[in-house]
């Protein structure tokens, strides 16, 4: 029994009842999780250790960079990615355990509301780590960062740091808001699916 509950919940994942929905897990599986682990590592793998601050002592370096980077860009998208997930996961676990095929999701009106929530659930997710992104990382990495270095003790409270790949990490920022933007496209157009298909059950009935 474990093991159709387990391959019930695969096929949910990875054949959602829509159209829009498989073509959202491939994107959200392939695309986004390839820039994040193999581009994001190249971009950022190396960050801290070429972060420089003027003095360049290692001690103002952390400091410094720990300013700059509350919390780093892939720990911030890792979380991102897994969060969003989790709703269409727990919807998938929900239907393996009940035994809910994908089309009893469009016949019954409970499962279909379900699964808009769902979307709908996803959809705010993106919004809230988009704001959360701009408010982190903003729109452009600068060559240089200002550091408040007041705390330290220094002769000088505002130091110069400098910010290594620049412009790649621009780059790459950019594609991440963008593959948000996306993401939140396709939930919307797969709750307009859902609900056509839904409106077609209806009226061939």
């Known amino acids: 029994m474990s093991l159709n509950y387990i391959k019930n919940f695969y096929e949910g994942c990875v054949k959602p009842p829509t159209v829009i929905g498989q073509f959202h897990t491939l994107f959200f599986g392939s695309v986004r999780m ?12 190396n960050e801290a250790l070429h972060f420089s601050c003027d003095p360049d002592k290692r001690e103002i370096n952390l400091f410094c960079y720990n300013q700059f980077r509350p919390i780093t860009p892939q720990v911030f998208w890792a979380l991102q990615l897994v969060i969003v997930l989790l709703p269409g996961a727990i919807f998938h676990l929900y ?27 996803r959809i705010s997710l993106e919004v809230s780590a ?31 740091c ?33 609900i056509f298909r839904r409106s077609c059950f209806l009226f061939k009935r």
Do not use: R
């Not at 390839?34 to 793998?45: H, M």
């Not at 279909?112 to 979307?119: E, P």
């Not at 240089?144 to 330290?152: K, P």
């Open 162 to 194: 400098m910010v290594p790949e620049h412009f790649e990490k621009t780059i790459f920022l950019i594609a991440m808001y963008t593959f948000t933007v996306i993401t939140m496209v396709l939930c919307v157009a797969e709750i307009f699916e859902i």
């Open 130 to 160: 988009f704001w959360l992104q701009i408010h982190l990382f903003g729109f452009q990495v600068k060559p240089v960062y200002l550091c408040d270095a007041e705390s330290l003790g220094q002769k000088i409270n505002t130091l110069k």
């Open 34 to 45: 390839f820039f994040l682990g193999v581009l994001g590592f190249a971009v950022y793998g």
């Open 95 to 121: 239907a393996a355990c009940k035994s809910i095929n994908q089309e009893c999701i469009l016949q019954k009106p409970t499962y279909t509301v379900i699964y808009i929530l769902s979307a709908l659930l």
